[in-house]
T-cell receptor, first 111, second 109 residues
Framework: IAGITQAPTSQILAAGRRMTLRCTQDMRHNAMYWYRQDLGLGLRLIHYSNTAGTTGKGEVPDGYSVSRANTDDFPLTLASAVPSQTSVYFC??????????FGPGTRLTVL | GQNIDQPTEMTATEGAIVQINCTYQTSGFNGLFWYQQHAGEAPTFLSYNVLDGLEEKGRFSSFLSRSKGYSYLLLKELQMKDSASYLCAVMDSNYQLIWGAGTKLIIKP
């Protein structure tokens, strides 16, 4: 693994289904983030984690949950997907300097 | 509230120079970032400014004026591969990045 990986690359999901987006980094960064990106809007922070074992809510946390059991993994779960959660989801990580490194993204469509 | 403003779209000619502006109003300031994002790809880091002035990195330069809440990204000797969206982001007092919606730059031959 080099950098940050996300899985799946894309997914079509029926409304009401549960879905977990996976994110793994191998840079030993303490901080990790989940964003969603919608056309015409900036990246919006869903949840973040400053270090393993801690998480925090971002700008748009409703309908999403995260966990940070270890440094490398930061999964994002949609408990019961709704069409408004159709978006591109980016995971990112950051070391001490503030620069964030992004994964390739997951394109999610909820029907 | 917190706000980052940048133009939605700009067009420039190959070989020319373009300046993309960003104005911000945030709760605190711990630096301003510029990222490049090609269509269908992830954002990648371009530059970071925390002090006033110009930071130059090859064909790209970034300027910051904290008193005016203003930054610009200057791209010189434009190439077709520079066609992308350019995202301005400010790190606030909580050390979270607040993102602008991005400026789509179209390069014409």
């Amino acid at each position: 693994i080099a950098g940050i990986t996300q899985a799946p690359t894309s997914q079509i999901l029926a409304a009401g289904r549960r879905m977990t987006l996976r994110c793994t980094q191998d840079m030993r960064h303490n901080a990790m983030y989940w964003y969603r990106q919608d056309l015409g809007l900036g990246l919006r922070l869903i949840h973040y984690s400053n270090t393993a074992g801690t998480t925090g809510k971002g700008e748009v946390p409703d309908g999403y949950s995260v966990s940070r059991a270890n440094t490398d993994d930061f999964p994002l779960t949609l408990a019961s997907a709704v069409p408004s959660q159709t978006s591109v989801y980016f995971c990112a990580s950051s070391g001490g300097e503030g620069e964030q490194f992004f994964g390739p993204g997951t394109r999610l469509t909820v029907l | 509230g917190q706000n980052i403003d940048q133009p939605t779209e700009m067009t420039a000619t190959e070989g020319a120079i373009v300046q993309i502006n960003c104005t911000y109003q945030t709760s605190g300031f711990n630096g301003l970032f510029w990222y490049q994002q090609h269509a269908g790809e992830a954002p990648t880091f371009l530059s970071y400014n925390v002090l006033d002035g110009l930071e130059e990195k090859g064909r790209f330069s970034s300027f910051l004026s904290r008193s005016k809440g203003y930054s610009y990204l200057l791209l010189k000797e434009l190439q077709m591969k520079d066609s992308a969206s350019y995202l301005c982001a400010v790190m606030d007092s909580n050390y979270q990045l607040i993102w602008g919606a991005g400026t789509k730059l179209i390069i014409k031959p």
